[in-house]
């Protein structure tokens, strides 16, 4: 059964393949794509590593019995193995899948994130670059399209999530967005804080709109908010009933959606449904953060900031505490 990494990793056996049967420029352009997309998903790569004699002690049977606590002697280290791919070239291997990785001889194998396994190439001097699939379709990545690749990912203007703690309506931003009711007509919350700053014809523009379904998202002028948009959304009452994150993470795709078709490239939300809606803080941000990420992900091709505006400090820690573990991946 093939993990996910090995499946999103089929992309890239694809184009290494559609280089080598015609090694025209546009496949090999193909393939940096490729390598660079995968890598921004955070893609892995199984990396053969030199399996470090402190781990061997470790585990070796001889000493270790049942119930000891393996305390390493120093700190193991796993260096990449380095696979000679020429006379002159020496690199670092690394396999898509396991399968590429049983192809040839033996090795201990770890997984290494992309972006991982191009900084450990570009910082040991004596390899020349990495060898992907060395014992199949391989594909010999030199450093400078290593590189290319890494400065690539951070020149692209890439949709990002921001932190912040405060009070929504003075931010600055394209378009801020309202935790609704359905009705449309106002509330306390940040509904209420929303009213109150935009004015009276927020309202009034409000109320043409007819209502709005839970997980949809309508938008209205800002009025005298510094926002020039305003996505009324309606998250979720919470239940407990998974139907819950389903909606949550329908509030802030089809808000980002309708943001792109306006051309929003800046856009706050609050945290929706975690107040008067009673949805618990730390269920409702990791559904938030990955439906943000998710949307992302399926709109590369526009670039737009997020800003997550937290009116306390607890939601302001969690969603700093999510975001770091989402990172880490
Ligand atoms: N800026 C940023 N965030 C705010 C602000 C503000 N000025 N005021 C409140 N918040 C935060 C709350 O602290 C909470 O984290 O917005 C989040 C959402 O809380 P609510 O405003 O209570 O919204 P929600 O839980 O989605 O409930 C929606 O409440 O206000 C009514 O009319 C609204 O019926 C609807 C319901």
Redesign the pocket.
């Known amino acids: 059964m093939k993990q996910e990494f090995e499946l999103g990793n089929k992309a890239i056996e694809e184009a290494i393949a559609g280089f080598r049967a015609t090694k025209d420029k546009d496949r090999l352009l193909m393939l940096m794509v490729m390598l660079q997309r995968r890598m921004e998903e955070g893609g892995q790569f199984l990396v053969a590593v030199e399996v470090p004699q402190a781990a061997i002690d470790m585990i070796d049977p001889e000493t270790v019995k049942a119930g000891d606590v393996l305390q390493a002697k120093e700190d193991i280290r796993f260096v990449p193995r380095t696979l000679q791919l020429n006379a002159a070239k020496e690199t670092f291997a690394a396999f898509t899948s396991r399968e590429e990785a049983m192809k040839g001889e033996p090795s201990s194998v770890i997984s290494v994130s992309i972006r991982q396994f191009f900084e450990s190439v570009l910082a040991e001097e004596k390899v020349a670059g990495g060898t992907l699939n060395p014992w199949g379709e391989l594909f010999f990545v030199p450093k400078d399209m290593m590189q290319a690749i890494l400065n690539a990912s951070t020149a692209t203007p890439r949709s990002r999530i921001f932190i912040e703690q405060?009070?929504?309506?003075k931010l600055d931003v394209d378009c801020i967005v309202n935790?609704?009711?359905r009705s449309l007509l106002?509330?306390?919350?940040?509904?209420?804080?929303?009213h109150r700053a935009a004015g009276p014809e927020l309202l009034a523009e409000c109320r043409t709109l007819g209502g709005c379904e839970t997980g949809q998202a309508k938008l209205t002028k800002g009025y005298r908010l510094k926002a020039k948009y305003v996505i009324h959304t309606?998250?979720p009452?919470y239940s407990g009933k998974p139907r819950d994150a389903e909606l949550l993470a329908e509030c802030y795709r089809n808000s980002l959606t309708l943001a792109r078709e306006h051309e929003i490239h800046s856009i706050a939300f609050?945290?929706?449904?975690?107040?008067?809606?009673?949805?618990p803080?730390e269920e409702a941000i990791p559904v938030a953060l990955k439906a943000v990420m998710d949307w992302f992900r399926e709109n590369q091709d526009y670039m737009i900031a997020v800003l997550l505006?937290?009116?306390?400090e607890r939601?302001y820690t969690l969603y700093q505490n999510f975001l770091e573990d989402t990172r880490r991946g």
Do not use: E, K, Q, R
């Not at 405060?166 to 309506?169: E, H, R, S």
């Not at 609050?270 to 949805?279: E, L």
């Open positions: 405060g009070d929504i309506t935790a609704a009711n106002g509330g306390g919350g940040v509904d209420g804080a929303i309606v998250g009452i609050p945290a929706i449904s975690t107040g008067v809606y009673g949805y803080l505006s937290c009116f306390d939601t």
